[in-house]
């Protein structure tokens, strides 16, 4: 018997009901998700032939979720605990069948299942934390009380997706079943469950681990402590770990109503709000409008790399870590095998970490190769040049790559500043170079700037928008201009630090009010880590900056030991004498008088000055969206995920007001300063 249901069907199979839920893409649990579960089950429970349910979703992935669209708008029936009441105090066993990932809700519905049964390749998790949220849906009442306190808080608050054979290991899976065989396993795991009479289980009622928690009261204050420096600023983790607290102290009813007063709390609130929307900004900046999503794709299944540096190893290593081939250039044998093993050192710390096997780096390794002739690079279908920043080296590169690499390859530049359409004349096939903007640690970092020349074409953009999301990158385009979208926000924040330099703040206050602001450092901090001497020549300075007296002084950052701060054997940063005496001299050289500058200058003059270029960089049509450059500046440079991003921030604000602020600070914001004409007709 097949009865059609609004997002499914209800098929029984002898004493055996399937209910298949389809709600493509991701199975959310949109209104008709939730009718479709209650009317599924009911109808099943209410059969009088069928003795167990089996949940199983159509598509792509189990449940993936609340349908987070629906938050923040009024609540439509039936809600999501009515549809996980029918399930768990049905007389009837439910076994959820997964594939995919079970997330959020979505696996606090599998929670409600009496038994849960996956395919090998499932992941589960509740990463609602990553939304500002927690799961509100008894996740934080029901998962401790399978895996105990100490594992669910670090599941919860870091938002895990756990592969099926952990999950299992922990109990939070019955069995695994053999792969792209999921409805056939949980029908034979449901014909034992008939067979052997196996009870209703019920977490709900599970106790022995939160027993076990009750005895170690300390568990939670320490791992407050040791997580202190992850979660500064969010609001979301915290909350997730005072519903984990009640699960263990409170019965299992006034658990949820802790969980529910907290969740509501935080839906409600700015920081989910922000994060929310940065999960559909991350998403959106994958579309680009006039390049259909049916672009023809060059397949990319070697990679060639110019420069085994910093930059070309980290880029190299991204390659390897999802299997695809990579043959680094460099010009000396002694360079190649710096890179090399400056890789291998990479690879081995993560090992060192516990974060990958021993073999699977070799693997890795045996992806990478290096070769002193750019000859190697005929076959390779993605070759990016990432050698140090200089238009006449990088010319040369690209001319001498078009007589060597085969048509229809992308080549691509990790420049981060310089003119991609002057790189391109460089070639007689101008259509298949793009910018390809990794960020440093380019292994770490998620952010990758899609740079597009005026002649790129659509294969070039898509092939690097593609290739970013496969190699675990947050791709984002933008368009030619000197530091494109990000570099271009920074530089804006700098003039203001720089300025300010000279009214008479020190380096440490400015990196204070930012860092407390949530960044994960100042601009000064920043610097001094990258390396003050980046761009700067002993040859030519003449100390016309206080950056430049810093590096004739030998202070350029923390590699040595000091720079715009002091460096103790730890790399603590220290403010400095010597900083505040070159700071003081310069303005007394430049005639600058010192004034008090409060905290809230400090943050206005440098974050509105970033809003002010993000307009311009909007208003010329760099970026496509006001959201593209949330995701550059929460993806690359560490902005405050729960702050949403600069232009979502200033929307918080209101344009205008920013405006009427950068208006009365006039003159002090530089001479060269303009309000960006769309800030100042914002209403
Ligand atoms: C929650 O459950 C709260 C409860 O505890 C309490 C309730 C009371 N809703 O990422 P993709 C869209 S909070 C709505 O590109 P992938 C997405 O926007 C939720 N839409 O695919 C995109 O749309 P478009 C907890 C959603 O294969 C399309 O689906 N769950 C949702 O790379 C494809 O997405 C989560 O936090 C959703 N929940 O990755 C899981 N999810 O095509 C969030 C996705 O128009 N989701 N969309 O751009 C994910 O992590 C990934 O989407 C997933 C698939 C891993 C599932």
Redesign the pocket.
């Known amino acids: 018997m097949n009865t059609s249901l609004p997002a499914g069907t209800l098929r029984i199979e002898g004493d055996i009901a399937v209910l298949a839920i389809q709600h493509p ?2 199975n ?3 209104q008709v998700v939730r009718e479709t579960l209650v009317k599924g089950i009911a109808l099943a429970q209410a059969h009088s032939a069928v003795r167990a349910i089996v949940l199983i979703c159509e598509g ?2 189990f449940l ?8 923040g708008k009024p609540p439509q029936a039936p ?3 009515e549809a996980q009441d029918v399930i768990e105090l049905g007389h009837k066993p439910v076994i959820a069948a997964i594939h ?2 079970s ?4 696996f ?1 519905v599998a929670l409600c299942c009496h038994y849960r049964v996956a395919v090998p390749s499932a992941k589960c998790g ?3 934390v ?2 500002g ?5 008894g ?1 934080t009442q029901r998962l401790p009380r399978i895996v105990g306190a100490a594992k669910a808080l670090d599941m919860i608050t870091g ?1 895990l ?1 756990v592969k099926a054979a952990d999950c299992l290991a922990m109990g939070l899976l019955d069995e695994l079943v053999p792969e792209g065989q999921l409805l056939a396993g949980a029908l034979a795991f449901a014909r034992k469950v008939i067979d052997e009479d196996r009870p209703l289980r019920k977490v709900r009622d599970l106790d022995e681990k939160m027993r076990a928690a009750r005895a170690h009261p300390e568990l939670f204050a320490d791992f407050r402590k040791a997580n202190a420096r992850k979660f500064r600023g969010f609001l979301a983790p915290e909350y997730n770990i005072r519903c984990i607290e009640a699960a263990v102290n409170l019965p299992f009813e006034q658990g949820m109503q802790t969980e529910r007063k907290l ?1 509501l709390e935080l839906v409600a609130g700015p920081q989910s709000i922000a994060q929310r929307y940065a ?2 900004a991350e ?2 900046a ?2 680009i409008p006039d390049v259909p999503a049916d672009t023809p794709l060059v397949k990319v299944a070697k990679v060639g790399i110019i420069g085994a540096g910093t930059m070309g190893g980290g880029i190299a290593m991204n390659f390897a870590n999802v299997g695809i081939p990579v043959v680094m250039v460099e010009t000396s044998q002694e360079a190649l095998d710096r890179g090399l093993a400056t890789v291998r050192s990479n690879y081995g710390n993560t090992v060192k970490r516990g974060r990958l096997s021993a073999d699977a780096m070799e693997k890795r390794l045996d992806l990478l190769t290096g070769s002193l002739d750019m000859q190697i690079l005929a076959d390779c279908d993605l070759v990016i040049e990432a050698v140090f920043e200089d238009m006449a080296v990088k010319k040369a590169i690209f001319a001498k790559l078009d007589a060597i690499v085969k048509p229809g390859a992308v080549l691509a530049t990790n420049t981060s500043a310089l003119d991609v359409n002057e790189i391109a004349s460089a070639v007689s096939r101008p259509e298949a170079v793009v910018g390809m903007h990794f960020f440093s640690p380019a292994n770490v970092m998620k952010l990758l700037e899609v740079v597009r020349g005026a002649k790129t074409s659509h294969t070039a953009i898509a092939t690097a928008m593609d290739i970013g ?1 496969k190699i675990g990158k947050v791709a984002v385009l933008s368009g030619v201009c000197p530091g494109f979208i990000g570099n271009r926000i920074l530089r804006a924040r700098s003039l203001q630090a720089q300025a300010m330099l000279m009214e008479g703040c020190m380096p440490w206050d400015i990196d204070r009010v930012l860092y407390d602001f949530g960044m994960p450092m100042g601009p000064f901090a920043m610097s001094d880590l990258a390396g003050l001497d980046l761009g700067w020549s002993a040859a030519t300075s003449q100390s016309a900056t206080i950056r430049d007296v810093l590096c004739e002084k030998g202070r350029r950052g923390q590699k040595t030991g000091a720079g715009y701060y002091d460096y103790d054997a730890a790399r603590q940063a220290q403010p400095s004498e010597v900083t505040r005496g070159i700071i003081t001299d310069f303005m007394q050289r430049s005639g600058h008088s010192r004034r008090e500058i409060s905290d809230t200058e400090i943050l206005e003059r440098c974050l509105f000055a970033m809003v002010n270029e993000a307009c311009d960089i909007l208003a010329e049509g760099i970026a496509l969206r006001a959201s593209d450059i949330d995701v550059v500046w929460v993806n690359g440079y560490g902005w405050p995920v729960y702050r949403g991003g600069p232009m979502h921030y200033a929307d918080t604000l209101g344009r205008a007001t920013i405006a009427a602020k950068l208006k009365a600070y006039g003159p002090l914001m530089g001479a060269h300063f303009k309000i960006s004409p769309t800030l100042e007709n914002a209403q």
């Open positions: 893409p991701v959310a649990l949109s792509r992935t993936a979720g609340a349908d987070i669209t629906e938050f809600s999501l605990f995919g990932t997330l959020g809700g979505g606090e509740l990463p609602e990553h939304l949220l927690l799961p509100g849906a996740g938002g997706h969740f999960f559909f998403r959106q994958s579309k999301k």
